[in-house]
Structure formats: C-alpha cells, structure tokens
C-alpha cells in the first residue's frame, strides 16, 4: 500500500491555468513570442523583398524569359536588354577578388591569433578593424587615382577594368577575413595547443595542424562573408571597373556589375521595360547571392561530416 501511494505522489502533475500564468509572469513565455517575432520578421522581410522584385519584374520578364540571363545585349533605346555581361563582371571580380584576398587574409589571421607577441597582435588587429570602417567611396578614389595609373603602366590601356575592380574588392573585404578569421582561431580552447606542442610539435605545426582545422568552420564563414560583400559592393566597382556591358577577352578590359548598373541607371531608366529590366537585375543578384550561400552551407555540412568521420 505504501509503495502504491508513493507511486501515486511521483506521478507528474497535469498543466493548470495555475501553471501557465506562473510561467507568464516569470517571462518564459513572453521571452518566447518576442523572439519568435524577432525571427519571423527576418523571414517575412526576406518574402516581401523577393516578392516584390518578382512582382515589379514581371514586364521584363514576360518579353525576354530565361533569355534574359543569356543576353549580351544592353541597349535601352532598342529596347534589348541581357545580363551576361553584368553576371559575368559581377562574378568574376568577386571570384579574383576572393583568390586574392583569402590567402592574405587567413595568413594575417593566423599570424596575429597565434604567432605575433600580443602588443603587435593588438595594434595590427585596431588598424584592420579600421580599414574595415573605411567608407566604400574612398577606397574607389584610391583606385581610380592610385592604382589605375599603376594598371595602366600593367598594359590595361584605360587603367579601369575587371582586374582594378577585383583588386579594389581583394583590398575591401581583406580587413573581414582577417577579423573574423582571428576570432576563430582565438575561440580554440588552449588546451588544443597544449595538447600537441606536449606530443613533440613545433609551434607552427600545433597551428597548421591542430589549430586551423579547429577554426576551420569559422574562417569558411569569413570567406562567405567576404563573398557576399563582393558580390553585392556598388560604390567602389561602379568607380574602377569602367561601366562597359560587354565580356572581353581580357580581364584588363572595362566591364560592368550588376550592382554598378543598377545604381548608374535606375534613376535615368524612364521607359517601364527600361525599369523593370533593371529591377530584374535585383532580381538575379539575389538569387546569385542565395545559390551562393547555399553552396557554402553544403560545403560547410560536408566539411563537418569529414571531420566527424576522421
């Protein structure tokens, strides 16, 4: 009979109203539906967005189809208009600025986070944290009157091009991967560290081998910051690539981006096709944005489960 009542007793009482309004006012609740809101105002301005370059789109859309992604054609007064040469400047620069960037920007991390003595470390990670501040515009006037004449003397024969804009973007989103990047590798417990210089490595082998594959999660979310930044950049680009919709053949040639055209023609852009051509523009740079990123995530996941399996 005892051990029946003591079962009874340890049975988990039903939720009252009691309950919850206790729970109310201690705030759980009220904590959760503000965060959920929080998230589901991200979601519901991420549908507005896209649903509203879709909507505004329509007319360019409905003319060209799918052609328009493959179009090398940019003619407002005719009335022709194809985004191949924006896809492949804004790709392209953002790739070369990437190849350039990365390698820098991962070393300079690792030298600060784990080799430099911290009186360097500090002053070096103030000066890259204030070039990350540095206003998209100024790093253009330093292309167009610093490194243009330097391309021009390179064989570029007006100094703009997609190779001045990739250099311009490598300089911009430098100062990210080399932040981010650091905090990753100081975010390793000590004890990684400890663990391999005990076992016989050298410094720089207990870095390369232990500490950077730590890290490794949060130096690819650096890249991936870095790319979107690239992708996405106006100011800068529209300044040094020099605003030319043709795909030459060489990569000191004059280009254009997706960004720079929109934001050297949609205040001109009168005629409704004109506009909604240019609002398609959008249109596609999310979507490379969003493909993009979704490649990063699967190769974030895959990066993971190799290093589950090892």
């Not at 005892?2 to 201690?26: C, D, M, N, Q, Y």
Request: no cysteine.
């Amino acid at each position: 009979m005892g051990s029946r009542v003591a079962t009874i007793e340890h049975l988990p009482r039903a939720k009252t109203p009691r309950t919850f309004f206790r729970r109310l006012r201690a705030g759980d609740h009220i904590a959760w539906a503000i965060t959920a809101l929080a998230a589901a105002a991200v979601l519901a301005i991420t549908l507005l967005l896209v649903w509203e370059l879709y909507s505004s789109s329509a007319l360019a859309r409905t003319k060209f189809g799918w052609s328009f992604l493959i179009g090398r054609t940019w003619d407002p007064v005719a009335g022709e208009f194809g985004a191949l040469p924006f896809l492949y400047g804004t790709v392209v620069t953002s790739a070369l600025a990437l190849a350039m960037a990365v390698p820098l920007g991962v070393g300079a991390a690792i030298f600060l986070a784990e080799l430099a003595p911290p009186r360097i470390s500090d002053g070096l990670t103030f000066i890259v944290e204030l070039l990350a501040a540095v206003p998209s515009v100024i790093y253009g006037l330093l292309g167009i009157f610093v490194l243009a004449p330097l391309m021009r003397r390179a064989g570029a024969p007006y100094g703009v091009g997609i190779m001045t804009a990739a250099v311009v973007l490598a300089i911009m989103i430098l100062p990210f991967i080399v932040s981010i990047s650091r905090e990753a590798l100081l975010s390793v417990p000590r004890e990684q560290r400890e663990a391999a210089l005990a076992l016989g490595a050298t410094r720089w082998e207990a870095t390369w081998q232990v500490v950077v594959p730590y890290a490794r999660l949060g130096i690819f979310g650096s890249v991936f910051l870095a790319l979107a930044r690239a992708l996405g950049e106006t100011m800068a680009v529209t300044m040094v690539i020099g605003n030319t919709p043709q795909i030459g053949a060489s990569l000191l040639e004059p280009g254009y981006s997706i960004a720079a055209v929109i934001a050297n023609e949609f205040t001109e852009a009168v005629e409704d096709l004109h506009l909604s051509a240019l609002i398609e523009l959008g249109l596609v740079l999310f979507g490379l944005t969003l493909v993009l990123n979704a490649l990063a995530r699967l190769l974030i996941v895959m990066t993971k489960r190799k290093g589950a399996e090892q």
